[in-house]
């Protein structure tokens, strides 16, 4: 949902408008098999999200409480999930044994 006159679903708090500003403009995901949101790492989405902070904060809040909504998500989470194993272990490819 970017930036258009359609409205924002009802959300209770800020740091909710946030996680759905963030997920709507692709910054962040969720883990497929356990739930947790995953930064993407995006610079491009991450602005638009931003945008989307400045340009339709929700009702009541001002631009730069929004954004900073947005940069207090981001700092939140990670850009792995921590329940799942490292890559290193989904690899199909032998792993070396130390001696």
């Known amino acids: 949902m970017l930036i258009t ?6 959300i209770r708090t800020l740091r909710g408008w946030a996680i759905l500003a963030l997920s709507d403009a692709g ?3 969720e883990c497929e098999e356990h739930g947790w949101m995953q930064d993407r790492a995006d610079p491009h989405a991450r602005d638009c999200a931003f945008r989307i902070a ?3 904060p929700p009702p009541g809040v001002s631009p730069a ?3 900073a909504a947005i940069t207090e998500v981001l700092d939140s989470i990670g850009d792995t999930c ?6 290193y272990l ?10």
């Open 65 to 67: 409480a929004a954004a």
């Open 27 to 29: 910054a962040i995901r």
């Open 5 to 10: 006159k359609e409205r924002w679903p009802a």
């Open 54 to 56: 400045r340009e339709a």
């Open 82 to 87: 921590p329940e799942c194993p490292p890559d």
């Open 90 to 99: 989904r690899s199909s490819e032998p792993r070396l044994s130390s001696p």
